[in-house]
């Protein structure tokens, strides 16, 4: 099993522009997580699904969207590129109640924002 | 609303030196405790977990946990450090929606 991969690994924006962060996940987890890193502030929730199609906002979700077409999938997109989104970003998946939605994560991309 | 806090933000230990490093959470009803670590240029990995059960876990690494309900903690330890512990650690917390938060996170330096 690959686990959770992710892509790019590193990507550098100008202000105003736009991509998609991608995250796929062959474990079969129904939970898929997206945070962002920033130093002294910890991981932060942006976005979470519990299941295809199904999507909810985490602790800072502004400037983010996410959509859950197949279980494997939870791309990031970011609509509009601002320096503030500079950060490492981590996709996450779990299990669900039974283990306590232990989440497993992807090797993270680096994005910066000029 | 849902936390989690820790407080040392930065620690230096000698090897050898035992470690304590705390944690708090502020949590309604069932929650699910987790401690995970980064090493440098590295993604998370799990270090232990709480679900239920005995309060006292065991994780990799000789890394052990307490579980205190009443004072909603989850303080993670070490009786010994070794050079190769050098890295950040999380504590992080969920409930019943699925969602986990993480505190701030602590980086561990130890000297050999």
């Known amino acids: 099993n690959a686990g959770v991969t992710q892509t790019p690994k590193f990507q550098v924006l100008k202000t105003g522009q736009s991509m998609t962060l991608q995250c796929a996940q062959d474990m079969n987890h129904e939970y898929m997580s997206w945070y962002r890193q920033d130093p002294g502030m910890g991981l932060r929730l942006i976005h979470y699904?519990?299941?295809?199609?199904?999507?909810d906002q985490g602790e800072v979700p502004n400037g983010y969207n996410v959509s859950r077409s197949t279980t494997e999938d939870f791309p990031l997109r970011l609509l509009s590129a601002a320096p503030s989104q500079t950060s490492v970003y981590f996709c996450?998946?779990?299990?669900?109640?039974?283990?306590?939605?232990?989440?497993?994560f992807g090797p993270g991309t680096r994005l910066t924002v000029t | 609303a849902q936390s989690v806090s820790q407080h040392n933000h930065h620690v230096i230990l000698s090897e050898a030196a035992s470690l304590e490093l705390g944690c708090n959470y502020s949590?309604?009803?069932?929650?699910?405790l987790f401690w995970y670590v980064q090493y440098p240029g590295q993604h998370l990995q799990l270090l232990l977990k709480?679900?239920?059960?005995?309060?006292l876990v065991k994780g990799i690494k000789g890394f052990e946990a307490e579980f205190i309900k009443s004072k909603f903690s989850f303080n993670l330890r070490k009786p010994s450090v070794q050079w190769s512990d050098t890295a950040e650690y999380f504590c992080?917390?969920?409930?019943?929606?699925?969602?986990?938060?993480f505190g701030q996170g602590t980086t561990l330096q130890v000297k050999p």
């Open positions: 992080a917390a969920s409930s019943n929606t699925g969602k986990l938060i």
């Open positions: 699904s519990v299941g295809a199609g199904i999507t």
């Open positions: 709480y679900f239920s059960g005995d309060p």
């Open positions: 949590y309604g009803g069932t929650v699910n």
């Open positions: 996450a998946s779990s299990y669900g109640p039974s283990l306590g939605y232990e989440q497993y």
